[in-house]
Structure formats: C-alpha cells, structure tokens
C-alpha cells in the first residue's frame, strides 16, 4: 500500500496567515493527488485533483502543488471558514489510501 | 446536481453483516463513467477506503476487507450497497457512499451514516 503522511498533524493559525499542509507519498504517485477538507460533523469537501487543479467554486486562496513524492496545500490568506481538518488521497493504484490528516485550529 | 444518500441500521451486533444502501438522485448510477464508493471515518481518526463498484458492475476492494466485503449495484432503484460481513468492533464508523469521477476523485459524497457494532 501507498503510505500519505501529512505534516503538521495539528496546525494553529490566525485569521490572514498563509498555511501550507504537506503530504508526502511512501512511492511516487505522479500527480494523482486530491485534497479535501473536512468540518466536524460534515462529509469530505473535494477541493483540488490532479494535484494541482482547484475544483469549481472552490476558492482561489487555495492551491496545490507537487508530483512525485511530495505535495502541499496552501491557503493563502486564511478565513474563518477555513478552520477544518485537511487530507489528501493518492490515486495511481490500488487500495486508495489517504494522509492521516491535518487538523487546522484557530490560535 | 447529484446526491448521495446512506441508509441502513445504526447498531450492528458483532458477528453479524453490515449491510448499507446508497441512494443517488440527480442522475443516473448506470450512465457515465464513475466509481460508486464506500468510505469509512472512525471516530477521530481519518479515512478508510473500504471499495468500489464501477458502472460496469466491476469491483475492487481494500485487501484488508477484501475477504468481508461486497459492494453491488441496483440500477433499477439508482441504489448501491455495501455489505460486511463477520464485524467487530473495529468496524464501528461513519461510513460514506461517495461518487468517484475523473477516477477516482470523490466529487460527491452522503452525508454518512454512524454504524456501531456493538451487542
């Protein structure tokens, strides 16, 4: 199996700051990377594939880049909306795996 | 727009089979070509790929389940199922259908449905 680990696992942050969430992949995966964000109580929220293709309605503030072994998500300038845990998905093979997650709290 | 629903019991005695049904409304299950998915989220902990069904009616499941699980379609009530088998504690989630496109990006997903396996 293809292992995802997230780094941080916890993240505290302000209104206004710039956060990037890394995943780094056991093997390469290419770009076939997706993040999503998750609320409490709320189902998974696909935010961007490909690695680095931000999903309709999604807001510009975030963007993902790398391929290979190595990713991030970055928000840009971070709003209230966007305290919430983070993961990403590998693609590329069989079981589909996901990072452990990154958990993004108010400071 | 489409949408996912989960539907099944809640409590679940261990032993027994755990059998979910998904819903979709706002296209059809039988057109397209996507990965109709079961996803499961132990409490405070991450996500479980458990497997999937394509359009084709061909799955894959996650080799740690693989010997419990079986996914199914019912393209004439736009439904699909999960069933595991021989549970335990261990299995007691939220577990979520989910529509995979492009792949196996998951664009769309219920709402999950909380399964405690418990006697």
């Known amino acids: 199996d293809i292992q995802l680990t997230q780094s941080p696992s916890f993240l505290s942050a302000s209104v206004g700051d710039r956060v990037t969430i890394t995943c780094r992949a056991s093997?390469?995966?290419?770009?076939?990377l997706a993040w999503y964000q998750q609320k409490p109580g709320k189902a998974p929220k696909l935010l961007i594939s490909?690695?680095?293709a931000l999903q309709s309605g999604v807001p510009s503030r975030f963007s993902g880049s790398g391929s290979g072994t190595e990713f991030t998500l970055t928000i840009a300038s971070l709003q209230p909306e966007d305290f919430a845990a983070y993961y990403c998905?590998?693609?590329?093979?069989?079981?589909?795996?996901f990072g452990q997650g990154t958990r993004l709290e108010i400071k | 727009q489409v949408q996912l629903q989960e539907s099944g019991p809640g409590l679940v005695k261990p032993s027994q089979t755990l059998s979910l049904t998904c819903t979709v409304s706002?296209?059809?299950?039988?057109?397209?070509?996507?990965?109709w998915s079961w996803i499961r989220q132990p409490a405070g902990k991450g996500l479980d790929w458990i497997g999937h069904?394509?359009?084709?009616?061909?799955?894959n499941y996650n080799p740690s389940l693989k010997s419990r699980v079986t996914i199914s379609l019912d393209t004439s009530k736009n439904q699909f199922s999960l069933k595991l088998s021989s549970v335990t504690a261990a299995d007691t989630a939220v577990y979520y259908c989910?529509?995979?496109?492009?792949?196996?990006?998951?664009?769309?997903w219920g709402q999950g449905t909380l399964v405690t396996v418990s006697s």
């Open positions: 093997q390469g995966i290419s770009s076939y």
């Open positions: 989910a529509r995979g496109s492009r792949g196996t990006y998951y664009d769309s």
């Open positions: 998905q590998q693609l590329i093979t069989y079981p589909i795996t």
């Open positions: 069904i394509d359009t084709s009616g061909s799955t």
């Open positions: 490909a690695a680095s």
């Open positions: 706002g296209g059809s299950i039988s057109s397209g070509s996507y990965y």
